[in-house]
């Protein structure tokens, strides 16, 4: 806090108003006032040190109305233990003190003290708490060993160094406790504020992922509409017939585009509900390469999708759905090659089409392959992707497809620039 407000302009608070600035500090001002336990310590102060005068009516004074005066005060202080905790600390230990130096009886005025330390130290001012009991501590021996000669009650002896072995037993518990007090609600403070950045932390990655969702699903659906729409609007006229057919893919394709929206959004439910459809997966295949198909695009699959884990399913299908996406996009080619391998615990998913890059910007995000590489590193794979030497593109995708992770992984680095990830003038990482 104090950092901060050097970083505003001004000095910080222990220093604005001398180095006793911390003794009003501005965040306690609007601290409700503990009127409830300071009623309840001054009946037990009062109560307890008239019944004390009585039982020690040999050797201190009986309560006076100077007493009376001094034991109030003393609690009276304590209404203010949370907004000035230091100048509260120190005003009961003088008033204590004060009290003992007027021969009046031992008894609970004590509690006045330990309360106001106590406070202190838990809201921070330790060292503060520590000087008024020492104060007190230093002042009572003083009194007890020396100045007693000269102070009420007229021949008072010295007290025996047993009870300033008390006394001084009484100030460590005391401060013991406060200690421990304070240590407590410093692991809680700690605790609050780690559950706050879990659950910030959760947030964030919630909505990347929600995020991440709906750009492979808009961005797919929305190519192919996007083609169909040229498609239809070129033969309107001079093919009615393939210009319907056209309109019928972009029905279909709007329709799958909703489905899968509402789907991702059924996370955003209460929490705790079950998913109403299930995520896509490889098995839905098929269905990418009619997509595809629908906006002229031929897509030859080879191999056999494995049993995945869900989440590594939904990546691998999601890796596929962004890649054909980006050859519809970006390709002149019209034909591309699905490539399924599984071998040594690793799936190893290959989008080749056959290029060239046409150039025209076909309204892409530029995330298409950050997200791709998000997935596959959230699951501890990599993705791989370029130009291929003989001419056209390349996405190769290497993901785990049994459930070993490692716990602590390294984060993510950044696409590597060397063979497989090199760029060309005509046609960009960025632009897919």
């Known amino acids: 806090m104090d950092e901060q407000r050097v970083s505003d302009g ?12 911390t003794l009003w500090d501005k965040e306690e001002r609007g601290t409700r006032w503990p009127w409830r336990s300071t009623v309840v310590i001054t009946v037990f102060v009062l109560g307890g040190s008239n019944f004390a005068a009585h039982a020690q009516q040999s050797g201190r004074l009986p309560l006076d109305a100077l007493a009376r005066v001094l034991l109030l005060a003393g609690s009276a202080l304590l209404l203010w233990r949370k907004r000035c905790p230091a100048l509260v600390a120190f005003g009961t230990a003088a008033v204590t003190l004060v009290y003992l130096a007027a021969g009046y009886a ?37 009194v007890a060993h020396w100045l007693y000669r000269w102070l009420p009650p007229t021949g008072d002896a010295a007290a025996s160094w047993w009870q300033e072995a008390a006394v001084a037993t009484w100030v460590v518990g005391v401060l013991a406790v406060s200690e421990l007090a304070r240590a407590r609600r410093e692991q809680w403070a700690r605790e609050r504020a780690e559950r706050a950045r879990a659950a910030r932390r959760r947030a964030d990655e919630e909505r990347l992922r929600i995020a991440r969702e709906l750009h492979d699903v808009l961005a797919h659906s929305i190519s192919v509409i996007n083609v169909q729409a040229g498609v239809g609007l070129a033969l309107l006229d001079t093919d009615p017939e393939q210009a319907r057919t056209a309109l019928t893919t972009i029905k279909a ?13 059924d996370t955003l439910r209460t929490p705790g509900d079950a998913p109403r459809t299930p995520a896509p997966g490889l098995d839905r295949l098929p269905e990418l390469v009619e997509l595809a198909a629908a906006a002229g695009l031929t897509v030859e699959v080879e191999g056999r999708p494995p049993r995945l884990s869900p989440g590594a399913d939904l990546a691998a299908f999601r890796i596929v759905q962004e890649a054909l996406t980006n050859v519809v996009r970006h390709s002149g080619s019209r034909h ?10 690793e799936l190893r998913l290959c989008v080749d089409d ?24 959230a699951l501890g794979g990599r993705i791989e992707a370029g130009p291929r030497p003989d001419g056209g593109f390349r ?5 785990p497809s049994e459930r070993k992770r490692k716990r602590d992984r390294a984060p993510a680095q950044a696409p590597r620039t060397g063979s497989g990830s090199v760029s060309s003038p005509s046609r960009t990482e960025e632009d897919r």
């Open 336 to 345: 591309a090659r699905v490539r399924v391998e599984h071998a040594g615990g």
């Open 395 to 399: 996405v190769l995708a290497v993901l």
């Open 106 to 142: 031992y008894g609970p005025v004590f509690l006045t003290v330990a309360v106001a330390c106590f406070s202190a130290v838990v809201t921070g001012h330790r060292e503060v708490a520590w000087s008024a009991v020492g104060m007190l501590w230093a002042g009572h021996v003083l």
């Open 10 to 21: 001004g000095p910080p608070p222990r220093w604005r108003h001398g180095p006793l600035g």
């Open 253 to 265: 394709a709007s329709k799958e585009a909703l489905g899968e929206v509402r789907q991702v959004l």
């Open 354 to 377: 056959d290029g060239p890059a046409t150039g025209a910007d076909a309204g892409g995000s530029g995330n298409g392959l950050a997200g791709m590489r998000e997935r596959a590193a």
